[in-house]
Structures are given as structure tokens and as C-alpha cells.
């Protein structure tokens, strides 16, 4: 361990740090900020889901939460999917990003909204809730700035 | 192990018994089969991209494999997270399954059209594009047969 | 899609294909059958895993499967990882092989047994405990077939 | 949108507030922050370590660092299991976490090994391997606060 270990303390904002360091440029987007804000708000969304889902398993009226546990499981799969591949940037920009950025925005959407009902009687829901609309807004913003070009299919020669 | 071991061997066909023990209908689509075949497709074209992915990193020629290294490990990603939603029965149906399905959809199709480009040369893309070429036709299928209501977006109750 | 169709139907078996289509030998056991076994064994078993955690869910006694549905999710998530990085053959046999498979094991024996107490009533716990006992044993198998160098940490040199 | 949107913006620290709002106390550990510090260190290095494998691969000399991206994959499926499974506070203390951990550990030292090797030359490796690091770190400490109990397999009742 000592071999590779550094002196300093651990820092963070390694995303950032780790799209800024690739050796090609980040192609998806000009706003690189918009990016880095997409990957960290699906992957924080995908972990808070998956502990929410979690949660709502330990409550006594589990059997009311069916659909919350569900669509935090859904949730978390989809965020997950699409944090991996926005964080990539070689060969970038394939056709799918935008179906997967819509996909990922009603996840948070649906998700989200089922965990509001629930905010008032579960602090866990409250703060999933919360996490849902920052990576909702994420994706929207995202697509919103995606170029046009990468709207219509098939034009993608990787 | 003795404990709650069975004598009988391991049967297969898993998922497609299990969608069937689930105490809630099918109630994506009405036909039964199109959503099994489409949730097998689903892992099977995951784990094939992620061993072809791994694959091309062990070719001679990696470097000219680059973007199929890449589209190998989006479409895993998307495919594992699309076997996962679409197996789930609890509280069925989300407003973003059809997103996802062309989300998948098009990631098969990406990726399968790479692989095509290096099948002669390397067997495992032309496996990986057969697997491919099977999720893109299975997620057609069940886009196809998804009831009209769930096309619209913010329709769903859970 | 024409453009990248095979005439031929769907053809099965990829995961065996892909591993003996990978430019490098396999390197991690001498039995080739007991590795693909495994990497079999393991997807299945997570997919099975998630399903049957969503069937546990959507049963009336909900509350009393709250430990099957966590052992479920858990299983899921190692089995998937294990099966990545089990079928991954570049650079092979990284040091923490023999503890991951220990692990993968050890959750499937805690799941399969949690399974197999409510087998008699619910059929998708019946063929859940099936697949973890399965996937069990394809650990234990290779774990045995592993070489005694591996056993070691600290002697890798990728 | 409107209907569940807080006036507030998006808050951080997701993870520690969900394991607070848990229903069912942190089972684990007697040192909630020894556990937070662990699920927050697996994630962070799960993403990380995928990202470096897309900028390894991006590299000019992407065949010389072949064994980095095989390590940071399976690195970062080990630490989004472990992640996952860690935050998981419902019929706590499964008795595959400790192998699971020790996986997590080695996966962690193995693939900050090799970043390490290529820190002076790219800066995402450089990342990377503090990710590893801390990770690694907080497996250790985590795994020293277990309790004995769950060192012995097979005494675990769910």
C-alpha cells in the first residue's frame, strides 16, 4: 500500500477532475459544466434511489410502498446506466444519449413524484425526492444543450 | 448447503419461470412470450458486449477498436438496465419504459453495426453482433406491442 | 438494420463463444467448462435474483419476505460483478478473484437459503433457490480448480 | 415538475442523510461514520475507475495500458456491488460482507497499483489512484469495526 500511497488526504471532485484529464475533448456538449452536473446528479440520484428503496422495505407499511420501492430500484438502474456512459468520452456522442436522457428524466420524474407522496411521513423519501429533481433537471438541461445533429438517428459513423 | 439443497439438478429457463410465479400479471403487454424473449435478449446482449468489450482490448489492433470497445460497454449498460425494468411486474408499466426500449434499441443497433465492421476479422464482434442484432429485433417487438396508452408520458398512476 | 442482418436465426451459447473467441487463452483454470459454467451461473442467478426480490415484493405477506428481498437485491449485485469480471480474460487472474468468488458464494448460499424457507409456498422462491444453489456450486467448483499462486495476494503483476 | 419541487435547491450529502433516515438502526457498525465514509468511498471510486478506463482508452498508447483498463472495470463493478450492498440497512450484517469487503479492498489496491504506474504520465490515472486509495482505506477500517460475530460464516439468521 505504501508503494502507491500519497501523502496528501484524499480529495474529491474526482469527476470533474477525471472529464477534465481525458485526452479528448468533451465532444457532447460545449458546456462542460452541464456535463459534469448530468453524471453526478444520475449517480447521486442512482445511490440515494437504491438506499430509498432500502428504506421503504425496513417500514412497518411496506405493502403501501410497493410502487416507491419499485420505481427506486428503476430509478437507480436507469441513473446508473446513464451516468457510466455520459462520463465517456471517447467515440463520443452516440445516438442513443437522447433516448436515454428521456428515459432517465421521466424515471427521475416518476420516481421522484411517488417519493413526494411520501416525504411528509419519511424523511428517506423526502431527501430521495430531492435527489430525483436535481437529476431531472440535469437531463433536461443536458438535452436542452445536446446539438442538433444528434436529435435525428442514424447519423451517428463512430 | 445439505440444508436447502434439492436433489434435482439445476433446471434453466429461469426468467422465463420465474415472469410466470410473479403474483402480479403480465401487465406490460398482453402477449407473454414478446416480454420474455425481450428481457433475455436484454442480459444475453449485456453480457456479450461486456466479454466483447474485453475482447477487443486483447486484440493486437485495439487501438482501431476503440469505438467498439466504447459501444460495447454503453450497450451492457443500457441492456442490463433494460433486463432489470422490463422484469419487474410490481406496480407494472412506468411512463419510461418505451424511452428506454428505444434508448436500448438504438444502442443495439450502434453497437451491432460496429461489430458487423470487424466480423470477419474477429469472431467474437461477429457473436456480439448476432447477440445485437437479437435485443434490437426483441425491443422492436415489444415497442410495437406496448398498449397505445403508455405512449403518452404522465399518464401513469402508481 | 438490414445492413448489419445475418441471415441465420439468433444463435445461443454466446457466452461460451465469446470466451473462446478472446485472442487470449484462458488463463485463470486449466477447465475451460468450469469457468463458463460459472460465468453462466452467475448472470443467471442475478437476473433470477432480481426478478424473484420483484415477485417477493408484490406478495401479500410483503413484511415477512423483507429479509429475501434484501438477500435477493444483495445477490444480484454480486453474481453481476462476478460474472463481469469472471468472463473478463486480459491480463487475467487479478488477486481478489478467490475473494470475490468466496463472496459471491457465500450470498448465494444466505439467499438460496432464505429462498428455500418459503419455496413451498411461493414458486419464483422455489426457482430462485434453485439458481443460487446452482451458481453455489459453480463457485465452489472453481474455487477449487483456481491455482495455489492465486491464493496469495500480493504476487499479481498485471 | 412543479407539483414536487422543493422552493429549496438541490441539498448534498444524500448518502449519510439516507442512512440516517433509515427506519431500522445502522446494524453494521457501531461507527455510523466508519460505514458512511465506506458507501460514499465505493461509489466514488466505482465511477471513477470507470471513467479512467474510457480515458485509458482514448490514450495513444492504449495498448500498454490494457491491464489498467481490465482493472478499472472490475474495480468499478466490485465497488458498485460493495457500494450497494453496504448501504443496504435492512436484515443488516449479511455474512458474505466480509469477503466482500476484503474483494473490495484488493480490487481497490490492485487497480491503484497499476494507476499509480501511469500517474506521472496521465492525469486521470493519477485520480484514479487516489480514488483506489481512499477506498481501499475505508474498506480497511471498515473491516476492522466489524464485529467478531460476523467474521464466522453460517450464523447468520436473517
New interface residues.
Given amino acids: 500500500?505504501a508503494?502507491?500511497?500519497?501523502a496528501s488526504p484524499?480529495?474529491q471532485d474526482?469527476?470533474r477532475?477525471?472529464?477534465?484529464?481525458?485526452?479528448?475533448p468533451v465532444a457532447l456538449v460545449r458546456d462542460e459544466g452541464g456535463l459534469v452536473e448530468c453524471?453526478e446528479?444520475c449517480?447521486?440520484c442512482a445511490?440515494?434511489c437504491?438506499?430509498?428503496?432500502?428504506?421503504c422495505?425496513?417500514?412497518?407499511m411496506?405493502?403501501e410502498l410497493?410502487?416507491?420501492?419499485?420505481?427506486n430500484?428503476?430509478c437507480a438502474?436507469?441513473c446508473?446506466?446513464a451516468?457510466?456512459?455520459l462520463?465517456?468520452?471517447?467515440?463520443a456522442d452516440?445516438?442513443?444519449v437522447r433516448?436515454?436522457l428521456?428515459?432517465?428524466l421521466?424515471?427521475c420524474?416518476?420516481c421522484?413524484?411517488?417519493?413526494?407522496r411520501h416525504a411528509a411521513h419519511?424523511?428517506?423519501c423526502?431527501?430521495?425526492?430531492?435527489?430525483c429533481?436535481?437529476c431531472?433537471?440535469a437531463c433536461q438541461q443536458l438535452l436542452d444543450a445536446l446539438p442538433v445533429a444528434s436529435r435525428a438517428?442514424g447519423d451517428?459513423v463512430?
Same sequence: chains 1, 2, 3, 4.
Fill in positions: 500500500m508503494a502507491h500511497a500519497s484524499p480529495l474526482h469527476m477532475r477525471m472529464l477534465r484529464a481525458h485526452p479528448a453524471v446528479a449517480f447521486d445511490q440515494t437504491s438506499a430509498c428503496a432500502d428504506a422495505l425496513a417500514e412497518e411496506v405493502a410497493r410502487a416507491c420501492i419499485r420505481l430500484l428503476d438502474d436507469v446508473d446506466a451516468g457510466r456512459i462520463a465517456r468520452q471517447t467515440a452516440p445516438p442513443f433516448d436515454l428521456r428515459a432517465c421521466a424515471a420524474q416518476a421522484g413524484a411517488e417519493c413526494e419519511h424523511e428517506h423526502r431527501v430521495c425526492a430531492e435527489a429533481l436535481r431531472e433537471a438517428r451517428y463512430p
